[in-house]
């Protein structure tokens, strides 16, 4: 017989396997779906809680739930305020009618207080609690006197105290009955929220007691798993806590199951701490408690029931999914489920604030490309239209009443137009004065020459007068370009600085306070934003120092041992009453410094001087150094200058490239005023990170460097500012070094002593020889060679000197334990 082979089934692919599982997803998504609509949207959930709390007793006799309970549904959710009073109904007749009856009753009675004087809303829970209190307490007051026939002094007692905790019991459903009949948003909740669902979770349990299965309470068991799911989402303060109401609620119904309060409470503690283990480690809480608590409350009899009652519990808590504790974990303070969720809600608004500032440069990008795109050939068709209506308004006045128009404009028309052109070009180039070889060869062609020629010349005025408009808008609309593409660029990495994520930085922040306690020093709180190489960036909070200086001499030199790099203090802020707090900033101290000295004098040894200076740190660890020059001497030219180096320090300091703040500054200067009042600017802009310097120079004289026996001359040639709208900037970029000594100056001092031939020469070998490396020394003595050299002062004098240096911290680090450094 031949042999029959069995074809093979192929494995599955990585795609079916990937379909079966998004399948397996999906149908679990789809039940858990179908189950909350079942249960939480139709109110079902509500129709078995209010079952378990009909049944629910208090010392055997007293029902304070159900009433509170359908009153909070009512109040919260009123369509499904008979679901939840059936619910209860038939939660009381499991008990005895009467129990039933009295709650129909008293809800009736409820809803008549309600019909009779609807609450207000400012105070409608407390007017509700009064109603339930009303209620209930007639219902069972007319119980007693028809059943009994008599009222005595301990029955008028107990009916009080079951009318009170229903009012107490109101305000608390009343927190507890939105939590679990709405699907609320993720969010935290109060101290409040959280007991009076614990409250109401310990009331529904407490309809349970008097269930067996085997000699096995049902409340017990499920107690001590409400006690291990709260223990391993909330810790040891929530899980005592739940252990300690709940304990509590079951004592009142039955003086039998006092122990279970310390039970249940020493479980929810031991379990708490050992949450760690996750769900091992909180069962095992639960166990050592059982046996702990069960042989000292019952003895050795009964001690096996009640360890079976826990291991039911710990089999029921162990099949519970991860996800429903994490679900209850993120609504807790403190766990690190609801830091989780809390962060990823901040993620959530950090990244639609990003889209929209990004959104926004994307316009103002947009708006930047509108402006300049500028169509060459569009342009040159314009430039021709324009020159046609020129002749259009020539010839109207001259050729149009002439006989020999056709000659000129039908049979001649290239050579007619091509002089008149040329006629325009001459008149334009010699100011308005036409050759006379050129009006010669016109005056042969044309009969009416001189004519044509003043109608040109007149036209011409008219002409240029547009087109240096036309100029003007066209570079004005280049400069709004350029000042939108810089604002875009600044909004696009703002929005770039707001996704950075805050890293966690727990462990970082533990091993830093704990370092520095262990010195000796006491702190409140570290808080630390970045750890990156060059951008340390940590906030801390100290105790009052009295001066002493703490965080500059010893929190700075340990912390600069801890990450291993310079660390310094940014900023304090000290508090002000001796038990108080500092605030204070510690962040990477930059690799280079920069000391200046200035020197300067007025023309004729006046008090206001036209030139003025700045230095200043601008954001990201630049130091700028800037100059500017009025035109001309006293008042008027102090305030120019003083103007540009104002509106020059907004700009940089907003974060908008060099060269656009100064073509910014140089716009609002001529469009300011009409008064021709220019400005010259010096500026340096160094980077205290690696030293690299840019020099941007606007009309300004050289500026010098000194770097040990060498001169070095920085220089550039650009118009003043406020002449013109529109100019270029040139950068010159020069790499500093430690022990350099930049020196800036106005053209007061490169211009002063006369009699020298080669100023220059004379100012280099003058630097070259001074001994001294103090800035402002050198300042001082540059400005008093030039005035003692040239004997007056006839014009603003001003001399600026920089020296970098490396950046050395005036306090040693401090060493640390090799492990809080090896956490780092």
């Not at 692919?13 to 079966?20: F, P, S, T």
């Not at 989402?233 to 709940?246: E, L």
Request: glycine share 8%.
């Amino acid at each position: 017989m031949e042999k029959v082979e069995r074809p093979m089934m192929e494995p599955l692919g990585d795609v079916q396997l990937k379909e079966a599982k998004e399948g397996a997803i999906n149908w679990i998504q789809q039940l858990q779906t179908k189950t909350d609509d079942i249960f939480i949207k139709k109110g079902i959930s509500l129709a078995i809680i209010g079952f378990l709390l009909g049944r629910a007793l208090i010392l055997s006799q007293l029902s304070p739930f159900g009433l509170p309970f359908f009153a909070a549904v009512f109040l919260m959710r009123r369509d499904r305020a008979p679901l939840a009073l059936f619910g209860l109904i038939a939660g009381g007749l499991t008990i005895h009618y009467s129990n039933s009856l009295v709650i129909f009753t008293s809800a009736f009675l409820l809803l008549l207080f309600h019909k009779i004087k609807k609450p207000a809303v400012e105070g409608q829970f407390k007017t509700m609690s009064m109603y339930v209190f009303a209620s209930l307490f007639l219902v069972n007051l007319a119980e007693q006197y028809l059943v009994f026939r008599t009222i005595q002094l301990y029955d008028l007692m107990m009916i009080g105290v079951e009318a009170g905790l229903a009012m107490i019991l109101t305000l608390i459903f009343i927190q507890s009955i939105p939590l679990l009949s709405i699907r609320t948003k993720s969010q935290s909740l109060k101290t409040e929220e959280i007991v009076s669902i614990i409250i109401l979770l310990a009331s529904v349990m407490t309809g349970t007691i008097g269930w067996m299965i085997y000699d096995l309470s049902l409340d017990h068991i499920f107690s001590r798993y409400l006690v291990l799911l709260f223990g391993l989402a909330g810790g040891a303060a929530i899980g005592s806590t739940v252990g300690v109401v709940t304990g509590l609620i079951f004592s009142l119904a039955s003086i039998a199951s006092l122990y279970q309060m310390s039970l249940l409470a020493f479980s929810g503690l031991l379990g708490g701490l050992l949450k760690e283990g996750r769900k091992i480690g909180v069962a095992a809480g639960l166990l050592i408690a059982t046996l702990l608590i069960g042989l000292y409350g019952e003895g050795t009899n009964n001690i096996m029931v009640t360890l079976y009652e826990s291991l039911i519990a710990v089999v029921l808590f162990i099949l519970t999914p991860s996800s429903i504790i994490n679900k209850i974990a993120k609504h807790i303070p403190g766990t690190v489920e609801n830091s989780d969720e809390q962060q990823q809600y901040a993620r959530k608004v950090r990244d639609v604030t990003a889209q929209r500032v990004e959104q926004f440069s994307h316009v103002f990008e947009a708006l930047s490309n509108s402006f300049s795109q500028i169509d060459e050939r569009g342009r040159l068709e314009e430039d021709e239209k324009e020159f046609d209506y020129f002749l259009s308004n020539v010839t109207e006045k001259t050729c149009q009443i002439c006989f020999k128009k056709e000659q000129c404009w039908a049979k001649n028309f290239n050579t007619t137009y091509d002089g008149m052109q040329e006629i325009m070009l001459q008149l334009s180039e010699n100011n308005g004065q036409l050759p006379q070889k050129t009006s010669k060869e016109w005056g042969k062609y044309c009969s009416r020459g001189p004519q044509v020629i003043g109608a040109i010349s007149q036209e011409l005025t008219y002409f240029e007068a547009n087109q240096k408009l036309k100029r003007q808008v066209k570079e004005s609309r280049k400069l709004v370009a350029d000042q939108l593409r810089g604002v875009s660029a600044v909004m696009d990495d703002f929005a770039k600085e707001i996704q950075r994520e805050r890293k966690n930085h727990h462990l970082h922040e533990e091993s830093i306070m704990e370092a520095i306690q262990d010195f000796g020093l006491h702190i409140g709180y570290v808080e630390i934003y970045s750890l990156e190489q060059g951008s340390v960036d940590i906030e801390m909070s100290v105790p009052y120092c009295q001066g002493r200086g703490e965080c500059e001499k010893l929190i700075a030199p340990m912390l600069s041992d801890i990450l291993g790099e310079t660390i310094v203090v940014h900023s304090e802020e000290c508090a002000t009453y001796p038990n108080g707090q500092c605030e204070v900033i510690f962040r990477s101290a930059k690799k280079f410094t920069v000391e200046t000295g200035v020197a300067h004098a007025a023309k004729g040894g006046g008090l206001v001087s036209g030139d003025s200076y700045t230095t200043m740190e601008i954001g990201c660890g630049k130091f700028a150094i800037a100059i500017s020059d009025g035109m001309g001497n006293g008042e008027r030219a102090h305030f120019e200058s003083t103007e540009t180096l104002k509106l020059l320090q907004k700009f940089l300091q907003s974060g908008i490239e060099e060269k656009i703040a100064i073509k910014s500054v140089n716009s609002v200067l001529s469009l300011r005023t009409t008064d021709e009042i220019f400005s010259t600017l010096d500026l340096a802009m160094i980077d205290l990170q690696d030293a690299k310097a840019k020099f941007l120079k606007i009309c300004s004289i050289p500026s010098f460097i000194k770097r040990g026996d060498k001169i070095i001359k920085i220089e550039s040639s650009n118009l003043p500012m406020g002449i013109i709208q529109d100019f270029d900037v040139d950068v010159v970029s020069e790499e500093l070094k430690a022990g350099d000594i930049l020196i800036m100056m106005s053209d007061g001092v490169f211009d002063g002593p006369s009699h020298v031939e080669n100023i220059e020469f004379w100012l280099k070998r003058k630097i070259k020889e001074m001994e001294t490396d103090d800035p402002q020394e050198i300042s001082d003595l540059i400005l008093e060679e030039v005035i003692r050299t040239k004997g007056i002062i006839d014009d603003d004098m001003t001399v600026v000197t920089s020296k970098i240096k490396h950046n050395t911290p005036k306090w040693a680090s401090i060493p640390v334990s090799p492990k809080r450094k090896k956490a780092q």
